[in-house]
């Protein structure tokens, strides 16, 4: 019978979908521990497996992960002196083998996780005692000491958790690590130091970076931290705290092929006043996210107050564009083809999608055997509005008729076949023998670029950029739109998730208008947001032009009713409010306008193009 009674600090991380490995911990003597111990989540069942090899340091406070069968851990606290393990190791699970230990980062209370063939560690303190705000990773690919094929794609298996409150000085401070109970031994009379024992420097290229400062970059000395990989990017969940005011929570996220900080709401819409959150983890496939709390007595959250875990916040991480685990690798941005190596800037698309956009849009006598004509509008063709849209736009239960003189966009030659496996609207429409049926032909009142754009991810799977589709957000506005229409909803969240993460002044306003017709109230909220802090380059954009009178009156209308606009020198004084995209710094004040309220504060401002980041 294993006794895991009053063990702390340990890690517990999902392995195979059904296992729980704990490793490590502090018990109940204050005793480092470096033993493993399996949980089966089927049969509730503990148990213990024989390990082979050098044994690591017990140690607690650590992070833990999982990848391709080996579980890496990643520094702690061990020793009577507590002082912080700089070291990297991994376990073998196939053959339960430890490694020997490599040199890596002196962490503790950390997050650890994989993203592209690369070990990341992000957060928790190090020798200075202060909350890191520097990000380290370390390329596991084509290293034989790891014993990583170089050919191997990667995506994130698993993820370790931690909370991160702000210590007090010449204190530990009381953390939580993905599966421990919370309780921080030895923290609070003991001096902490870093250890001094010579070891080999990982194999594999280390890499580091320092974020100083930035309108978007969240203060880690401040409110409680937790910190989570989803899709590609790190969460940072900033929750109240007595070192942090409500209305400066937040949830922002680093885009780890671009390594910029984004905002992506505010604290007070996912966190009620009157609670203190605790603990935190997040679904396997990086959708869903729960912190775990209480309410706090009286006007500030004291850290002497009894821990009764009686709340749970469930959070819904798509609404806020996060595309999941296992649908991230579909998304290539132009960052991406740049900074990340595991992707290919030639094609985003898997292969059999390589294959049919090969044969897309050819005509049959070039040999594609395509079999049905697609048309749209013309691209010069402008509705004037959505509503007046509905005027000319079939529902989808509907066919389409054109007189024959209808002027309409060139043909776009696509396979029946591909359509009805892809599009269930196609499906329902030419299994009912409707006119599309008997003419081979459909047309979807839709711009042409807008159309093409969209056949072409029914072919690939991908809305990533191209050379000829997808290049531009309007056209991927568009296709929110379509997604919206037809019951879409992975290429919605594909549509989403670039719109938020690419979104810039020349398609802000269009960006607004899309959201708005389709009901994407994040996303909507978002543009809206960019559009007030970026007012006087987005009133000279062609988007901005292009809405409608109403539409212009409603966007005008987010301004705050004690609104007003600045320019010039009085813009230097203001700093970047609502999602963090400031525009006050003395490089961009000339030729731009920042709405402001009668509410916000006069501070120096931080420039939105510049993110603080320090390369190591």
Known sequence: ?????????????????????????????????????????KSLHWTQPDVRGPIPKGRARHASVIYEDKLFVV??????????????????????????????????????????????????????????????????????????????????????????????????????????????????????????????????AISSLKFLSGPHVPVQASGMHFHAYSSGTLLDFVTPAGTIRSSDCNLSSLELDSLRWQRLVEGPELFDVGYRWLYCTISEDGTKAWLLGSPFIGDTISPNQDVQLSEV?????????????????????????????E????????????????????????????????????????????????????SPSQSEYLPENAATSPPIHVHKIILQARWPHFKRLYNAKMAEFHNQKMHIPEPYAVVRAFLYYLYTDSIAPHRVYCSDLTEVAGMLVMANLYDMPKLRLLCVHRLSRELD?????????????????????????????????????????????????????????????????????????????????????????????????????EGDEDDGMELN
């Open 1 to 41: 019978m294993l006794d895991l009674t009053d063990e702390a600090g340990h890690s517990a991380t999902l392995y195979q979908g059904e296992k729980l490995l704990v490793y490590g911990g502090e018990n109940e003597h204050r005793e480092y521990l470096s033993d493993i111990v399996i949980l089966d989540l």
């Open 75 to 204: 520094g702690g606290l061990t020793g009577e002196t507590n002082y912080i393990l700089d070291d990297i190791c991994y376990l073998d699970l196939k053959t339960w083998t430890w490694s020997k230990c490599w040199s890596f980062v002196p962490r503790f209370d950390h997050t650890a996780w994989i993203w592209g063939g690369r070990l990341w560690v992000f957060g928790g303190l190090g020798p200075d005692m202060e909350r890191s705000t520097e990000i380290w990773w370390l390329d596991l690919k084509g290293s034989p000491s790891f014993g990583m094929a170089s050919s191997q794609a990667a995506t994130s298996t698993s993820s370790s958790l931690n909370r991160s409150p702000a210590p007090q000085m010449g204190t530990l401070g009381n953390s939580q690590h993905y599966g421990s109970s919370g309780y921080a031994a030895n923290s609070g009379s003991v001096q902490v130091r870093s250890s001094r024992k010579e070891k080999p420097t990982a194999p594999g």
């Open 313 to 341: 916040l469930s959070m819904d991480l798509k609404k806020y564009g996060m595309l999941g685990n296992d649908l991230v690798h579909e998304t290539v941005s132009e960052q991406s083809r740049i900074l990340a190596s």
């Open 343 to 394: 992707h290919t800037a030639s094609s985003p698309s898997h292969s059999l999608g390589i294959d049919l956009a090969a044969v897309f849009d050819q005509s049959p006598e070039s040999g594609s055997m395509s079999d049905f004509i697609i048309t749209a509008n013309q691209d010069d063709f402008e509705l004037i509005d959505a509503e007046e849209a509905g005027a000319f736009r079939a």
């Open 505 to 605: 002044v020349e398609h802000a306003a269009i960006v607004w208008e899309r959201a708005s017709r389709t009901n994407e109230e994040w996303l909507k909220k978002r543009a809206a947001s960019f559009c007030m802090m970026h007012w006087g380059r987005l009133v000279r954009t062609d988007g901005f032009r292009s809405l409608s009178q109403h539409r212009l009156i409603e966007l005008c209308e987010q301004v705050d009713t004690e609104g007003r606009v600045i320019g010039g020198e009085e813009l230097e004084g203001f700093g970047g409010g609502g999602f963090g995209y400031g525009v006050g710094s003395r490089k961009q004040r000339h030729g731009s306008a920042h709405i402001a309220t009668a509410s916000e504060d006069i501070e120096d401002g």
